[in-house]
Antibody
Framework: VQLVESGGGVVQPGRSLRLSCAVS????????VAWVRQAPGKGLEWVAV????????YYADSVKGRFIISRDESKNTLHLQMNSLRGGDTAVYYC???????????????WGQGTLVTVSS | EIVLTQSPGTLSLSPGDRATLSCRAS???????LAWYQQKPGQAPRLLLY???TRATGIPDRFSGSYSGADFTLAITRLEPEDFAVYYC??????????FGQGTKVEIK
């Protein structure tokens, strides 16, 4: 199982950024997937989750209305569209798999290496 | 919203010691939805336990989990040098939401 994030970088406040996560080693359509972030020197914060069948998506209150999670089954890829970025969004963003299969996910068993997003003018 | 409070913030121990980490939920929760992670500096977190006490693939049996009501415990018997890290508990609820505790750092004394 592998999850590889890309798309991080430095972005000005108010601008947008799109993260991607290429997954392999498992049947993508069987699992919920999510984004979890970690601000520098801080703890972990769940950001967004999408169910295995794309029927449900949920967001943390801190990003609701600004971030959009999506998945491309044909390319085994997860995305996070981040709009109206703020300084508080500065963090390493991890792509994660959320078992058990065919559910919304209870925990996160495989993590990518993370991609750093820095929001700064 | 469920809040997870981990204690202590930092645990200073020596290799070979036993570590006991606590995670207290703000209300009664299902033990099937509680997980523990380990994170070392510069690395992504790693799943240790799910459903409170089930070890993830490849996790040695010196790691164990238990609970009593809203209190969850991660125990590490005989600390190895590679066990010094930060540990997080996490709960998934019906809101739905996936909440993490603030972490406990296990450092070398």
């Amino acid at each position: 199982v592998q999850l590889v994030e890309s798309g991080g970088g430095v972005v000005q406040p108010g601008r947008s950024l799109r993260l991607s996560c290429a997954v392999s080693g498992f049947t993508f359509s069987h699992y919920a997937v999510a984004w979890v972030r970690q601000a520098p020197g801080k703890g972990l914060e769940w950001v967004a989750v999408m169910s295995f069948d794309e029927s449900k998506e949920y967001y943390a209150d801190s990003v609701k209305g600004r971030f959009i999670i999506s998945r491309d089954e044909s390319k085994n890829t997860l995305h996070l569209q981040m709009n109206s970025l703020r300084g508080g969004d500065t963090a390493v963003y991890y792509c994660v798999r959320a078992p058990p299969r065919f559910s919304l996910g209870n925990y996160f068993d495989f993590w990518g290496q993370g991609t750093l997003v820095t929001v700064s003018s | 919203e469920i809040v997870l409070t981990q204690s202590p913030g930092t645990l200073s121990l020596s290799p070979g010691d036993r570590a006991t980490l606590s995670c207290r939920a703000s209300q009664t929760v299902s033990h099937t939805n509680l997980a523990w992670y380990q994170q070392k500096p510069g690395q992504a977190p790693r799943l240790l336990l799910y459903a409170t006490a089930t070890r993830a693939t490849g996790i040695p049996d010196r790691f164990s989990g238990s609970y009593s009501g809203a209190d969850f415990t991660l125990a590490i018997t005989r600390l190895e040098p590679e066990d010094f890290a930060v540990y997080y508990c996490q709960y998934s609820d019906a809101s739905p939401g996936w909440t993490f505790g603030q972490g406990t750092k296990v450092e070398i004394k």
